[in-house]
């Protein structure tokens, strides 16, 4: 696009796509942002009036918020944790010559492919119960007494299902990394006297960073949102110990028919998600540049 | 010490025999280089030596030790790769210091040796950049550093020069023959470049298929090649090589004559041909002659020679540097 008159028409000839996508997230936010000042209960129909910061005192001065808070950040950095290092495990594992290598890739890929709402479900009635469940089954066996992960450790629970689903996602990035890693490079760190340990530290590890940021803002923006599985398996409960900023939202405006102060919620966490990501783009994001 | 000793070495990869059973003394502080055509095994017998392949059969002897089973770092070889595999997100001081590090090694020590190094290779001004900073000579040089500092038994060179320009290729051909010149330790090069091997070898291995097929001194394979495959590989340009009648009259199967052992004369000679093409270097002229019965001729002329397309000349192949090979390809 050297000319000025093909930059013109390139200007022209996106900005529908432009326009289009301004309206589609506009449109809905400042919704959100109006109805997060007026006081409207589905409960009391045509009562709505403007309360001004109400909402947004409510929902934070809430003690539910700060709970949410928590476990949110637990739950994020849980998986992350998980994720990040049994995804280099494993695709350290996988990327090993062995027999039947194509068919355990796929394998290892699969539970990327379950819809969260059924491995939830799977999760909590085929292994979690604490009657059926299979785990229940095993500690049977081994003489013990069933634990009921659900009821007793739910914040846990989840960030183990949660962890499930996206160890594949990390694990073929990790893995695709490090297939590129130059062989040469290990054979030189080889030959340099480096052991396994430290050729590991000092070259494989530095060779996947970049790999390792893209896994951790990919899945940041996705475990900040969810939802589904803590709807499936605990309701956010005990009482608020699994309750994270996205399901607060729901029980606030769904739950407590209060769009007002769900609106307010919303708003909230686009801005905690929205602080969350410039911190991780001032924290890592360098480690895509070059 | 670095005295290398290769006895009945073989290598298979699966079915695929590359190395079928090789024998080869490399003598302390020795430039030896293997030379031959792309696939023929040379990198796979360096990396034998550097431990990086395991020998299927057969024994590596390193100052009289078996090696043979011998993890890489533990034969004290230090390698500069093709594609010199430098650490991309180390500075040239940490690429360098990288071995001595792994060693173990005192940071007073390696601070000494790395800056040592750098000065012997020109690096100091680079000496934090990074290598993707670098050109690829300057990359070629921290490689070469990497290896040094550790002050090896023998320096494993596997193509390092294949990735520079022509300039840059002169240079650091002279570079590494006066770095062994100054360190007097044994280097093993690998090259497919047959003037590289001409130019730095003080013994010169010829490799063919996973063969040996001469082992020498530059100056004797150049004299004295053993076989067709030898006379046709050092040399540039390469050896005339004439079969049939006019090679049975020098009771050769093959005859070979170099193109600047054949003299050439407007009216007399012992073969009468046609100028084809001719390539003028400006030191030397290269004539590609047609004679009737034979192959096209090579053959070097004085660089001002004035000739053109088409014209008449006579060759006539000096007596004592004709070379005569067998029905079996070896010289006779
Ligand atoms: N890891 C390997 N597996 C199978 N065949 C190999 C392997 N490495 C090299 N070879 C084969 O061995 C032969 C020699 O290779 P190489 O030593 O790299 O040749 P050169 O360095 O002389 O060009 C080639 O035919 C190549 O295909
Ligand atoms: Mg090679």
Known sequence: ?290 | MGKITLRNVQKRFGEAVVIPSLDLDIEDGEFVVFVGPSGCGKSTLLRLIAGLEDVSDGQILIDGRNATEMPPAKRGLAMVFQSYALYPHMTVRKNIAFPLKMAKMEQSEIDRRVENAARILNLTSYIDRRPGQLSGGQRQRVAIGRAIVREPAAFLFDEPLSNLDAALRVNMRLEITELHQSLQTTMIYVTHDQVEAMTMADKIVVLNAGRIEQVGSPLTLYRNPANLFVAGFIGSPKMNLIEGPEAAKFGATTMGVRPEHIDISRESGLWQGEVGVSEHLGSDTFLHVHVAGMPTLTVRAGGEYGVHHGDKVWLTPQADKIHRFGPDGRAL
């Open chain 1, 1 to 290: 696009m050297a000319t000025q008159h093909s930059k013109t028409a390139a200007r022209l000839m996106i900005s529908p796509a432009v326009i289009l996508l301004l309206l589609w997230m506009i449109v809905p936010l400042s919704m959100t942002l109006y109805f997060s000042f007026l006081r409207y209960n589905l409960l009391m129909p045509g009562m709505e009036s403007f309360t001004g910061w109400d909402n947004y005192y409510y929902f934070l001065t809430d003690p539910a918020f700060s709970a949410a808070l928590t476990n949110t950040i637990l739950l994020v950095g849980g998986v992350l944790l998980i994720t990040v290092v049994g995804g280099t495990l494993l695709a350290l594992l996988l990327d090993q010559p062995m027999w039947g290598q194509g068919i355990v890739r796929i394998l290892v890929i699969a539970p990327f492919f379950i819809m969260p709402t059924v491995s939830a479900l799977v999760w909590k009635n085929m292994f979690m119960n604490p009657v059926n469940g299979m785990f229940a089954h095993i500690a049977r066996a081994l003489g013990m007494q069933p634990f009921d992960f659900l009821a007793h450790a739910p914040l846990a629970s989840i960030i183990g299902i949660v962890a499930w689903q996206w160890l594949p996602f990390a694990t073929l990035i990790l893995l695709t990394a490090l297939q590129s890693l130059d062989r040469e490079q290990m054979e030189a760190a080889e030959m340099d006297g480096a052991g396994p340990l430290d050729r590991f530290l000092y070259i494989t590890l530095p060779h996947l960073t970049r790999a390792i940021t893209v896994v951790v803002l990919i899945q940041t923006i996705f475990l900040l949102g969810v939802f589904a599985e803590i709807l499936v398996t605990t309701n956010g409960g005990p009482g608020t110990a699994s309750t994270n900023i996205t399901y607060l939202v729901y029980a606030q405006s769904l739950l407590n028919y209060d769009v007002g102060g769900g609106s307010a919620g919303g708003i909230i966490a686009v801005i905690l998600a929205n602080i969350v990501a410039i911190f991780l783009m001032r924290m890592i994001g360098k480690n895509l540049d070059a």
